[in-house]
């Protein structure tokens, strides 16, 4: 098929013809519907990333769209089902960026300024440890005993089945710990 006829067939044809393996017409697709990309992607704000990544998750959720599409009388249209493809990858990108996981972990790196491959004198050390102690103190006074606990085993680089096992608790129960300590230690650190 010529290239101008790709631009003359409806939506639901062309994901037919993908599905056959012809891949321009799931190029055609991808370019048709590049510019939905981009209008949802607009809505959107990615925590520690750009525009560019939002684009890249929505045209994946275009392209999962195009092999997911069910075509007949009940189906609503190709078009339809891809702006729900590519507004569900997006928002669990954003949803995902947003979970911050390591937040008391990234903040103990940043606050000792440890980076791979850094190399540390004595003396830095010494101030180091020093961060490293008011750090440890300040997270004693802000956090109950099992946030302290749980967070220091988190922060060590205990997994949280690892965190489960040693304390006896539910990965729930450690779960639930770790996010109240990050909201904690957040609002401390900010002050």
Do not use: W
């Not at 999962?64 to 990858?89: M, P, Q, W």
């Amino acid at each position: 098929m010529a290239q101008n006829e790709y631009g003359k067939q409806s939506d639901e044809k062309l994901v037919e013809l993908s599905r056959s393996g012809d891949k321009q017409a799931t190029e055609e697709l991808l370019l048709r519907h590049a510019g939905l990309v981009r209008g949802i992607a607009r809505g959107f704000f990615l925590m520690g990333g750009e525009t560019e990544d939002l684009l890249q998750e929505g045209m994946i959720g275009l392209y999962h769209a195009i092999g997911d599409y069910k075509s007949g009388a009940e189906s609503s249209s190709f078009k339809n089902f891809a702006y729900l493809c590519v507004s569900r990858r997006i928002m669990d990108a954003v949803k995902t960026a947003a979970r911050k996981k390591n937040v008391p972990l990234n903040y103990g790196l940043t606050l000792y300024g440890l980076q791979a491959g850094t190399a540390v004198s004595p003396e830095d050390e010494m101030i180091l440890r020093d961060e490293q102690r008011e750090f440890r103190q300040m997270m004693s006074k802000t956090l109950s005993d099992f946030e302290f606990k749980v967070t220091t085993m988190y922060m060590d680089g205990m997994s949280c089945a690892e965190i489960c096992e040693s304390t006896g608790k539910s990965a729930k129960s450690i779960d639930n710990a770790i996010q109240r300590s990050k909201r904690k230690l957040q609002s401390v650190l900010k002050k």
